[in-house]
């Protein structure tokens, strides 16, 4: 939270006098500086100072760089700092992610040390361990991969450390420790209640565990409650710090509260209604997420379905080699009768015969799986997949494309990556990427903005998801190949797609 919270005050505007744009104009007319701005927020929220240390400093500071242009009115060169910031930015997401994948364990013996409170009992040491990691992490970044990994064992065993000293030494001295330090961050006159909450949390740790030392885990129960109280503290006072070194009037506190139920919004469906009481607002993002967790409910459904589909087609298959195995042992007892060169022939058939079915369930059973996982990574929401023959197609109708417009915004990344892990399934088939629109406009203009469309995705998965530009092309199709009438709204929203068409042979 306090990473947030500093990003957060990086983005102020400080009026200084004459006409300079306020935070609020730069993110509303600057698309790009506000894109890197998120971009950076959302790279910061994952640990990206942790996992790419040196590529994010640059994203932040050509950040900072791009802000003071556009404060300064210079929109040429806060757009190519911009521009500059999310090629890096783009870079940062890729190398957190080898990061991750290298360093999974370590990062997960971190995490379980902070949750013993290591990072709050023995600050320095913890600081430590985390510069280390930034070292390794700083390798991976110059593509000394196999020197990061040298690190790991020290790294792991510096962690495991702090959480065993943490774990030996208790919750009440973590929960002593996160009181301490948001009074010394003067939480006790920012955030007075909470703080005060956290005090009194501290104090029946001590009383539970006085009145009956066995009774470690209430202790423990309030020890949590107390470092979590003590965190929110510290968290609500660096926000009314930010708020108040800015100078925020109250309209401008509330404006930048709802910019945060913008921004939890962006991936559902309902548009926040602002313009009438705050409840609808909470209930209007409310239902989004209830919406959200039934798709999530509804995609555990279909795993689970397609996993007793799966263990349904392997007993099919036990049960077809079964068959032949037995109408095999029935023909051997026939080779007594024969000679030896009539059995040794026979034999060479039924083993071929064999190795054949075997072969072909094993490559059905392969082309299935590998088809089922790309039926797996889309939401209903997002896209349907189907199977044409050998051939696989996504038809995509996901992409928020701008209203007759061709540029792939940052809400179309997670859907684009998921495109880019089907085509690695299948690393030697061609991909036929075709853009569909509805009725409405020229036949001409349509053409064109479907295959400009097309073209956009294609140049995303050849360019930021490294697939082989030999592999792919674009094809516009205009309005010739509706899926739905186009005289209904839902009709044209269909109709409006792009088709992913995989072909494996």
Same mark, same amino acid.
């Given at each position: 939270m306090k990473k947030?919270?500093?990003? %957060? *005050?990086?983005?102020?505007? %400080?009026?200084?006098?004459?006409?300079?744009?306020?935070?609020?104009?730069?993110?509303k007319h600057y698309d790009q500086v506000n894109q890197l701005s998120i971009e950076v927020a959302d790279a910061?929220?994952?640990?990206?100072?942790?996992?790419?240390? =040196?590529?994010?400093? $640059?994203? @932040?500071?050509l950040l900072d760089e791009a802000m003071d242009h556009?404060?300064?009115?210079?929109?040429?060169?806060?757009?190519?700092?911009? $521009? =500059?910031?999310?090629?890096?930015? &783009?870079?940062?997401?890729?190398?957190?992610?080898? &990061?991750?994948?290298?360093?999974?364990?370590?990062?997960?013996?971190r995490e379980r040390a902070i949750l013993e409170g290591a990072e709050g009992l023995y600050v320095d040491e913890f600081a430590k361990a985390d510069s280390e990691l930034r070292d390794a992490t700083s390798l991976i970044e110059e593509n000394k991969v196999n020197k990061a990994r040298e690190m790991r064992v020290e790294l792991q065993e510096m962690y495991a450390a702090l959480e065993l000293r943490a774990l030996k030494e208790g919750k009440k001295a973590a929960a002593e420790a996160?009181?301490?330090? *948001?009074?010394?961050?003067?939480?006790?006159e920012w955030a007075p209640k909470t703080f005060h909450k956290a005090k009194e949390e501290l104090k029946l740790v001590t009383s539970v565990l006085e009145a009956d030392r066995t009774q470690k885990e209430k202790a423990d129960a309030h020890a949590n409650q107390t470092i979590w109280l003590a965190g929110r503290a510290i968290a609500i006072t660096e926000l009314a710090k930010m708020f108040d070194d800015g100078d925020y009037e109250l309209e401008d506190i509330l404006l930048w509260h709802q910019e945060q139920l913008e921004k939890v919004n962006q991936s559902l469906d *309902?548009?926040?209604?602002?313009? =009438?009481?705050?409840? @609808?607002?909470? $209930?209007?993002? $409310?239902?989004?997420?209830?919406?959200?967790?039934?798709?999530?409910a509804d995609m555990r459904a279909m795993i689970k379905q397609k996993e007793q589909e799966k263990e349904d087609l392997q007993k099919a298959h036990e049960k077809e080699l079964a068959a032949v195995l037995e109408k095999h042992s029935e023909q051997l007892a026939k080779l007594h009768s024969m000679s030896e060169s009539e059995i040794s022939k026979i034999q060479r058939e039924a083993a071929e015969r064999l190795a054949d079915a075997a072969a072909a369930l094993d490559a059905e059973s392969a082309k299935k799986k590998k088809y089922e996982y790309v039926g797996s990574l889309f939401m209903p929401s997002e896209a349907e997949v189907s199977r044409q023959d050998e051939n696989i197609l996504i038809s995509v109708h996901g992409f928020d494309f701008p209203r007759r417009g061709t540029g792939i915004g940052s809400e179309n990344f997670g859907l684009l990556d998921k495109i880019v892990s089907a085509l690695n399934k299948f690393p030697d088939a061609q991909v036929e990427i075709s853009g569909h629109t509805d009725s409405?406009?020229?036949?001409?203009?349509?053409?064109?903005?479907?295959?400009?469309?097309?073209?956009?995705?294609?140049?995303?998965l050849t360019t930021i998801g490294g697939i082989e530009a030999s592999r792919v092309r674009a094809k516009g199709m205009?309005?010739?190949?509706?899926?739905?009438?186009?005289?209904?709204?839902?009709?044209?929203?269909?109709n409006r797609r792009i088709e992913v068409l995989i072909i494996v042979k």
């Amino acid at each position: 939270m306090k990473k947030l919270f500093v990003f %957060v *005050a990086l983005l102020v505007c %400080v009026g200084c006098g004459g006409a300079q744009l306020t935070r609020g104009d730069i993110l509303k007319h600057y698309d790009q500086v506000n894109q890197l701005s998120i971009e950076v927020a959302d790279a910061e929220g994952k640990d990206g100072a942790l996992l790419a240390p =040196e590529g994010f400093a $640059q994203a @932040k500071e050509l950040l900072d760089e791009a802000m003071d242009h556009a404060m300064d009115g210079e929109k040429d060169d806060a757009n190519e700092k911009a $521009q =500059e910031g999310l090629k890096v930015i &783009a870079k940062v997401r890729d190398h957190m992610k080898v &990061a991750r994948e290298e360093f999974e364990e370590t990062l997960q013996t971190r995490e379980r040390a902070i949750l013993e409170g290591a990072e709050g009992l023995y600050v320095d040491e913890f600081a430590k361990a985390d510069s280390e990691l930034r070292d390794a992490t700083s390798l991976i970044e110059e593509n000394k991969v196999n020197k990061a990994r040298e690190m790991r064992v020290e790294l792991q065993e510096m962690y495991a450390a702090l959480e065993l000293r943490a774990l030996k030494e208790g919750k009440k001295a973590a929960a002593e420790a996160a009181v301490k330090h *948001a009074e010394e961050l003067d939480a006790d006159e920012w955030a007075p209640k909470t703080f005060h909450k956290a005090k009194e949390e501290l104090k029946l740790v001590t009383s539970v565990l006085e009145a009956d030392r066995t009774q470690k885990e209430k202790a423990d129960a309030h020890a949590n409650q107390t470092i979590w109280l003590a965190g929110r503290a510290i968290a609500i006072t660096e926000l009314a710090k930010m708020f108040d070194d800015g100078d925020y009037e109250l309209e401008d506190i509330l404006l930048w509260h709802q910019e945060q139920l913008e921004k939890v919004n962006q991936s559902l469906d *309902a548009e926040l209604p602002f313009d =009438e009481s705050d409840a @609808k607002a909470v $209930q209007a993002l $409310q239902n989004g997420i209830t919406g959200l967790l039934k798709s999530i409910a509804d995609m555990r459904a279909m795993i689970k379905q397609k996993e007793q589909e799966k263990e349904d087609l392997q007993k099919a298959h036990e049960k077809e080699l079964a068959a032949v195995l037995e109408k095999h042992s029935e023909q051997l007892a026939k080779l007594h009768s024969m000679s030896e060169s009539e059995i040794s022939k026979i034999q060479r058939e039924a083993a071929e015969r064999l190795a054949d079915a075997a072969a072909a369930l094993d490559a059905e059973s392969a082309k299935k799986k590998k088809y089922e996982y790309v039926g797996s990574l889309f939401m209903p929401s997002e896209a349907e997949v189907s199977r044409q023959d050998e051939n696989i197609l996504i038809s995509v109708h996901g992409f928020d494309f701008p209203r007759r417009g061709t540029g792939i915004g940052s809400e179309n990344f997670g859907l684009l990556d998921k495109i880019v892990s089907a085509l690695n399934k299948f690393p030697d088939a061609q991909v036929e990427i075709s853009g569909h629109t509805d009725s409405r406009g020229g036949k001409d203009r349509n053409f064109r903005l479907s295959l400009e469309r097309a073209e956009a995705v294609v140049k995303f998965l050849t360019t930021i998801g490294g697939i082989e530009a030999s592999r792919v092309r674009a094809k516009g199709m205009g309005a010739d190949k509706p899926i739905a009438p186009n005289n209904t709204r839902e009709g044209r929203e269909k109709n409006r797609r792009i088709e992913v068409l995989i072909i494996v042979k």
